[in-house]
């Protein structure tokens, strides 16, 4: 098992690319649809690992329903900031999604924070810090973070997003999000 030690790792910076293992870490740009190679170490786990969590954060970015349920398993179970208490299945987060995208008046920011990852040769596990920023089709601009853990699932070879849990911190005394915590 190998666990990051909390390092920042900011959307953007490896797109399209992954660390293919080896011990010079060279990137290799992968193409739309390819898959990691099942030969990797437990460190490129990890890399593939932080690699779709990018790709997510760019599918969201792009507003891209396809790009982004495909890096979703079929039995997603998805804990979102709004109700229900959950989503369940990918045609349940498909519509999730396209009912959010449509209310941004652009691109929707998402940028990965302080993530940490733990691998094993089957299954992973995530957490980290997501900044979500942006503007509103109602004109309001968003920016603040939110708290994301991810489970994770090789099945022949390809990882996919099992279940995420997103979540605000509340203040239970006004029982309201707090909205302006920063890492």
Do not use: C
């Amino acid at each position: 098992m190998i666990v990051s030690s909390g390092e920042r790792w900011l959307s953007g910076s490896t797109i399209g690319g992954y660390l293919d293992g080896n011990l010079g870490g060279q990137p290799h740009a992968r193409q739309a649809g390819e898959t990691m190679r099942l030969e990797e170490t437990m460190p490129g786990v990890e890399a593939a690992i932080r690699e779709l969590l990018e790709r997510r954060s760019a599918a969201m970015g792009a507003k891209d329903i396809e790009w982004l349920m495909s890096l979703y398993s079929n039995d997603i179970v998805y804990f979102d900031l709004v109700p229900p208490l959950r989503y369940v299945g990918s045609n349940a987060l498909r519509e999730r999604f396209l009912d959010w995208f449509p209310r941004w008046s652009g691109p929707i920011g998402q940028e990965l924070g302080q993530l940490d990852v733990a691998a094993g040769d089957a299954v992973a596990a995530a957490w980290m810090l997501i900044r979500a920023h942006g503007a509103l089709k109602t004109g309001a601009n968003v920016d603040y973070w939110v708290r994301v853990s991810n489970a994770f699932r090789r099945s022949g070879d390809r990882w996919t997003i099992t279940h995420e849990h997103v979540s605000l911190p509340v203040d239970m005394r006004s029982r309201t999000a707090v909205l302006d915590l920063t890492p």
